[in-house]
């Protein structure tokens, strides 16, 4: 594991993992904006806490781009269990410097004084349920603020709007679970490996009822820095949820202000006028 650890710590962005190539198909489609990216510390390692869209693949890297091309800050994203060990798809992921999001490896990264990003709602909120559009589904979890307390890391709240415009939902997984039964609802698969449900991703139609996505305009942004170092003393009992309620409420006025911008936004092209209305 310590050599595994060690090969994650020297990862460095690279001409093969960044390429205009790469990105210039995938940004033409959404056409994001950025915005509030001076806040973002240069002198120091943050940590970046944001809100997950809907299926979680869409914005991801292009927040990581957006953070890596204003400030020159490359931020380690922490992922689900779920996207390691898949053909094709963990090695792409890890190209990007992408890592599992467990405690150990977040640390050694802090350790290592690198920025990482992190996305509490995990699984739970990707997996969107009708009418949680942006959302936080957070649970009781408080695992990135004693991380950052640990590290006396800064917290750079962000937001990300788009995402769950280029999809609709259908059939989330209440509608899913109640189809399959109590007795399944009852079984091990569900509880352990579904996590009661929350593993069930939702039936989305794009475009159509494909599962293209609609060419929505992405938008992201980046709050001004939550300064954790002063808590380091107090008992984390005590602060714990403060500090996350803190972030949660910068990401949650974030992403009401970019719903505003994106309101007010005309500048969407005849095509993506015509795309996003299917």
């Known amino acids: 594991m310590q050599s595994q650890i060690k090969d994650l710590l020297e990862f460095t962005p690279s001409d093969n993992s960044y390429t205009d190539k790469l990105f210039r198909p995938i940004e033409a ?92 709602g995990g699984a739970r909120e990707v997996f969107k349920r009708k009418g949680e559009s942006y959302k936080l589904v957070w649970k009781e979890r408080t695992g990135f603020v004693k991380m950052a307390l640990e590290h006396g890391y800064d917290i750079v709240p962000f937001a990300s709007v788009g995402p769950d415009h ?49 060419p929505e305009r992405f938008y992201f942004s980046f709050g001004k820095p939550i300064a954790t170092a002063h808590l380091q003393d107090e008992k984390q009992g005590d602060v714990l949820f403060p500090v996350r309620e803190q972030v949660a409420d910068a990401i949650n006025e974030q992403i009401a202000e970019l719903l505003a911008i994106r309101e007010q936004d005309t500048d969407k092209g005849i095509l993506r006028k015509l795309l996003t209305a299917l």
Not at 95 to 116: D, F, W
Not at 182 to 204: E, W
């Open 166 to 214: 280029a999809y609709s939902v259908m059939l989330d997984a209440n509608d899913i679970s109640k189809g399959l039964g109590a007795r399944f609802r009852n079984s091990q698969f569900y509880q352990k490996t579904l996590r009661k449900g929350d593993m069930i991703p939702p039936i989305a139609r794009g475009i159509g009822l494909t599962a293209i996505p609609r």
């Open 29 to 120: 489609y959404f056409s994001p904006k950025s915005y509030g990216t001076e806040n973002i510390p240069q002198d120091r390692p943050v940590l970046f806490v944001g809100n997950h869209t809907i299926y979680g693949v869409l914005d991801p890297m292009m927040i990581v781009r957006s953070i890596y091309q204003s400030r020159g800050v490359f931020p380690r994203s922490l992922a689900d269990h779920m996207h390691f060990g898949v053909p094709l798809w963990t090695p792409y992921i890890k190209s990007m410097g992408i890592v599992e999001g467990t405690r150990e490896i977040c640390s050694a990264l802090m350790e290592n004084k690198q920025s990482v990003l992190v996305f509490p």
